[in-house]
């Protein structure tokens, strides 16, 4: 019997450079995407896929994100004894239960894959979903609800997207191989950052991603790579000599609210979409854009 995506971890123990002075003292995961944290959207796709124990690898100055998934006592007795019944009921559907989250720090700065293996007790052995916190991704059906919709047993799933063909140094790309059902693909193959004439295709991993426990034991011996840390990717391309991996193509929109750019489309697009802001809100933002 296959073993249900219980786990997601997040790694947020980044420092946040490109948004300071602002991540001087707030988390850059926290920075809200009009009045909500960026990180809390992604905690929400993790629900909506099933998710039940959620998993923080945070580092120093990030206490203000178990703070916010915690119960606040002082601030919910105050919006009780003022009536804001909609906000109190909103804190309160937002919070995670007791005993559903879990943190535990990465100490050092040593990359995406570090990051993962700090939760290796915590997730145990079990397959488990990683969300990259900057990668908020826009769509009807939330990304890792088609993931774990396309999960088999024993299988790998990355979430894919395509990019410019020009733009494959960027990234880290795909070759694919059968198709298994509508926009899941066998991949046959993964290179990172290969130059356009190199490229495998133009499909590129975006964020998401359900790995198999086996994937602990080899980040605990993966030696540096990029950038002179651990990499995520490298282990992945060990892991896919032992057990296939497959890929479901996202057709929403990506915002990287790890750049200023992504941040400030992501805000527009969310807000857009708030007429409990202002009924003519798509109107007020066309006139700051003249």
């Given at each position: 019997?296959?073993?249900?995506?219980?786990?997601?971890?997040?790694?947020?123990?980044?420092?946040?450079?490109?948004?300071?002075?602002?991540?001087?003292?707030?988390?850059?995961?926290?920075?809200?995407?009009?009045?909500?944290?960026?990180?809390?959207?992604?905690?929400?796709?993790?629900?909506?896929?099933?998710?039940?124990?959620?998993?923080?690898?945070?580092?120093?100055?990030?206490?203000?994100?178990?703070?916010?998934?915690?119960?606040?006592?002082?601030?919910?007795?105050?919006?009780?004894?003022?009536?804001?019944?909609?906000?109190?009921?909103?804190?309160?559907?937002?919070?995670?239960?007791?005993?559903?989250?879990?943190?535990?720090?990465?100490?050092?700065?040593?990359?995406?894959?570090?990051?993962?293996?700090?939760?290796?007790?915590?997730?145990?052995?079990?397959?488990?979903?990683?969300?990259?916190?900057?990668?908020?991704?826009?769509?009807t059906t939330p990304c890792l609800k088609s993931m774990v919709?396309?999960?088999?047993?024993?299988?790998?799933?990355?979430?894919?997207?395509?990019?410019?063909?020009?733009?494959?140094?960027?990234?880290?790309?795909?070759?694919?191989?059968?198709?298994?059902?509508?926009?899941?693909?066998?991949?046959?193959?993964?290179?990172?950052?290969?130059?356009?004439?190199?490229?495998?295709?133009?499909?590129?991993?975006?964020?998401?991603?359900?790995?198999?426990?086996?994937?602990?034991?080899?980040?605990?011996?993966?030696?540096?790579?990029?950038?002179?840390?651990?990499?995520?990717?490298?282990?992945?391309?060990?892991?896919?000599?032992?057990?296939?991996f497959c890929g479901v193509r996202f057709?929403?929109?990506?915002?990287?609210?790890?750049?200023?750019?992504?941040?400030?489309?992501?805000?527009?697009?969310?807000?857009?979409?708030?007429?409990?802001?202002?009924?003519?809100?798509?109107?007020?933002?066309?006139?700051?854009?003249?």
């Amino acid at each position: 019997m296959s073993k249900r995506i219980r786990k997601a971890v997040f790694p947020v123990a980044g420092l946040g450079t490109r948004f300071l002075p602002a991540t001087k003292a707030v988390p850059k995961e926290m920075m809200t995407v009009v009045d909500r944290p960026a990180l809390q959207y992604v905690v929400d796709e993790a629900k909506a896929a099933g998710i039940e124990h959620f998993i923080f690898v945070t580092g120093r100055g990030k206490e203000v994100i178990e703070n916010h998934f915690d119960l606040a006592y002082e601030l919910e007795a105050t919006l009780a004894a003022r009536n804001k019944t909609a906000a109190l009921e909103e804190l309160r559907a937002e919070r995670p239960a007791a005993g559903t989250t879990s943190f535990t720090r990465q100490q050092e700065p040593l990359g995406l894959g570090h990051a993962v293996w700090c939760a290796r007790d915590i997730v145990g052995d079990e397959p488990f979903a990683v969300l990259l916190p900057d990668m908020l991704m826009k769509h009807t059906t939330p990304c890792l609800k088609s993931m774990v919709d396309a999960y088999e047993s024993g299988a790998n799933v990355v979430s894919l997207e395509e990019c410019d063909p020009a733009q494959t140094s960027s990234y880290g790309i795909v070759a694919l191989g059968k198709t298994l059902a509508t926009d899941v693909f066998e991949i046959t193959d993964m290179v990172e950052k290969p130059k356009p004439a190199e490229a495998p295709s133009n499909f590129y991993i975006s964020g998401r991603y359900i790995l198999q426990p086996r994937i602990f034991e080899l980040l605990g011996s993966q030696e540096k790579g990029a950038g002179g840390e651990i990499q995520l990717t490298d282990s992945m391309l060990r892991l896919a000599k032992e057990q296939p991996f497959c890929g479901v193509r996202f057709r929403g929109t990506t915002f990287d609210t790890g750049t200023k750019l992504g941040f400030l489309k992501a805000n527009i697009a969310y807000g857009s979409e708030r007429t409990d802001i202002d009924p003519n809100i798509v109107n007020e933002l066309k006139s700051v854009l003249g």
